[in-house]
């Protein structure tokens, strides 16, 4: 393939100091270069098949300071001998000890296993380094990106009006969400434009409302939005850790009377903890009547949108002023694949700003379609492309079957742990999390209990051999599977729970040994 090219001779010729160095001419991706592109990526592709090959469980176990060891004598100014060996270093300092999320072990967060189309893709739009902020810098990939946000916002039903963008992950969706319901507030509640004059001098009266159970980014927006955690209103949930929607009406009606300002309401579809999903018609009913905004954060439950048996959980997200979906935690996809999609496009204004070079209004007015203006970010990978390959090859009816196959999953363990009389469960799985906590005998303390299921999970993690999450559910200590991976079986959950009775039991032997000694 490689062509000779004079130039880089000419440019690599002066100044060599004997360094063993490749020249950097041979190094840029370009025509000239292609044979060493292929050679290169075939030593990478050799080296991630022989160390998943390797890996018989998701982790090594390898605790911070083991591994903060290693990177004592690495001095970024003095480079390896080649790219052999720069590959060598990374097997010893990453890949032995990464995470494996693709492992029927790994069943701790919201990390799944991903799609190989996804993966082509992502060279693909990497080695062209294509970024989709304006059109003069990306052209098809514009469209590609916009045909799948249309694509999202139909499967939704947020109707004709609709637009998004794709972001970085939910949090930034949700921040989206939130800096759009903030500014439209301000706008139809108080005449005041937060986009040129900040916000008013009375904003500390304004009020998220959100269930106790919805992620912390919620938290977080408030705060980067000048609004503070005082902010956030939390709302209480049911039994099923469902926001409800009577609490919040109490709330909301609470808020007015005293004055105060709401401006959104953040709804779970699919809780990071419990899958659980708020009751979306009730609440978008409650935010019409009181003219506040509705965000539905699908995260995590956005899979059920492709789901043949499920979809009609979502009954409702369609009322939504705003949806943040996470095509990398129910998609299958790589990291980052993310998008906030809005019910009225205008809303996305409150984030444009015409910069003469790169985007000018004239651009807009002339009909140029560039995604910068509805984005936070300016220079932005093309996530798109991923999910494009993905659909375009696998169809979206696949990633719905998979992910119905999770679900499955989760009603499987589900049953499993309730047969097991060591483990607790307390909650019937909604989506494809289980929260449950080890608990041999009733007459333990909550303190004996928590200490065990706490040493469980480092006990587990520090064995490689399987990963679970833990969580705190009011004030105790409970375990969590996330189930992701549709080639995990019952037989591979029916093996972590034998590790955690081992680790549980041996938790307690080791307790009465040291009583005795005591
Ligand atoms: C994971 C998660 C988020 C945050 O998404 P990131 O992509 O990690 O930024 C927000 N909300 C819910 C419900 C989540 O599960």
């Known amino acids: 393939m490689t062509t000779h090219n004079p130039l880089l001779k ?216 000048g609004l503070g955690y005082d902010a956030v209103v939390k709302v209480p949930t049911d039994r099923y850790f469902r926001m409800d929607a009577q609490a919040l009406e109490a709330e909301i009606e609470r808020s007015v009377a005293e004055g105060l300002l709401p401006m959104a309401v953040v709804a779970t579809a699919g809780t990071t903890d419990f899958g659980s999903i708020d009751p979306m018609p009730k609440i978008s009913a409650l935010c019409r009547e009181h003219g506040i905004w509705m965000h539905v954060d699908a995260a995590y439950g956005c899979g059920l949108l492709l789901s043949p048996k499920h979809r009609h959980w979502l009954e409702g997200i369609e009322q939504a002023d ?30 444009t700003y015409h910069a003469d070079y790169l985007n000018p209004l004239n651009h807009q007015q002339e009909g140029t379609p ?54 607790q469960v307390i909650h019937r799985p909604q989506i494809s999390t289980l929260v449950f906590s080890y608990f041999p005998s009733r007459h333990l303390s909550a303190r004996e209990l928590d200490s065990a299921n706490i040493y469980i999970r480092k006990a587990l993690s520090r064995s490689g051999q399987a990963l679970v999450a833990g969580t705190k559910v009011g004030d105790r200590q409970y375990l969590k599977v996330t189930l992701l991976n549709p080639a995990t079986t019952i037989r591979d959950i029916q093996k972590i729970l034998e590790l955690i009775k081992v680790h549980g039991r041996a938790f307690f032997e080791q307790n009465e040994q040291s009583a005795k000694i005591a």
């Not at 129910?330 to 205008?346: E, G, R, T, W, Y």
């Not at 509805?374 to 169809?395: H, P, V, Y």
């Open 322 to 351: 705003s949806v943040t979906v996470d095509y990398h935690k129910s998609f299958f996809q790589p990291v980052s694949c993310s998008a906030f999609l809005v019910k009225n496009k205008q809303h996305l204004s409150v984030v």
């Open 370 to 423: 560039n995604l910068v203006n509805k984005s936070i970010q300016t220079t932005r990978r093309f996530d798109a492309l991923k999910l494009w390959l993905t659909f375009r090859t696998l169809g979206t009816e696949a990633i719905g079957r998979a992910f119905d196959q999770v679900i499955h999953l989760a009603r499987q363990t589900y049953l499993l742990f309730l047969s097991e009389p060591l483990v």
């Open 10 to 225: 000419v440019l690599d010729s002066p100044g060599k100091t004997g360094n063993e160095q490749p020249p950097i001419g041979t190094q840029f991706f370009n025509y000239p270069n292609l044979d060493h592109y292929e050679t290169s990526l075939l030593k990478g592709l050799e080296l991630v098949q022989s160390a998943i090959g390797a890996a018989s469980q998701p982790f090594s176990g390898v605790l911070p300071h083991e591994l903060a060891k290693k990177f004592q004598s690495i001095n970024l100014d003095h480079s390896c001998q080649s790219l052999e060996d720069a590959l060598q270093e990374i097997e010893k300092l990453y890949l032995k000890d990464a995470v494996y999320f693709h492992h029927p072990h790994y069943a701790a967060h919201l990390n799944c296993p991903i799609v190989i189309p996804a993966i082509l893709a992502d060279l693909i739009s990497t080695s062209l380094n294509t970024a989709v902020e304006t059109w003069d810098q990306s052209a098809g990939a514009t469209f590609m990106e916009q045909k799948l946000i249309d694509w999202t916002t139909e499967k939704i039903g947020l109707g004709t009006q609709a637009d998004g963008v794709f972001t970085s992950g939910g949090s930034q969706s949700n921040l989206m969400a939130l800096l759009l319901a903030r500014d439209h507030c301000c706008a139809t509640k108080k005449g005041h434009n937060n986009k040129l004059h900040g916000l008013p001098q009375d904003f500390s009266r304004l009020r998220v409302f959100t269930s106790e159970m919805s992620h912390f980014s919620v938290q977080k927006a408030a705060a980067i939005l």
